[in-house]
């Protein structure tokens, strides 16, 4: 029987010396090509949460067709 792969979700809530919580990468340890995409997307979201714009949602709709 092969073995399954294990995937595993962060718990945002898990004390972070539990043995048993994957460890979440620092920060300053990602590359930098990776920090700076994923602080773009964070501003994005942020400044389409306060607008209230769904402009992305329907692009993605759009995009699936």
Known sequence: MP???QSYQF???????DAET???P???T????TRQMLT???VRLI???VSGD????????HHDV
Do not use: G, I, Y
Not at 30 to 33: D, K, M, Q, T
Not at 54 to 61: D, I, L
């Open 11 to 17: 718990d945002l809530f898990s004390h972070p010396q």
């Open 40 to 42: 773009k997307m964070m």
């Open 3 to 5: 073995r399954q792969r």
């Open 54 to 61: 769904h402009a992305a949602e329907r692009e993605e709709v």
């Open 22 to 24: 994957a460890q979440t």
């Open 47 to 49: 400044l389409e949460h």
């Open 26 to 28: 620092q920060w300053q």
């Open 30 to 33: 990602l590359p930098e090509e």
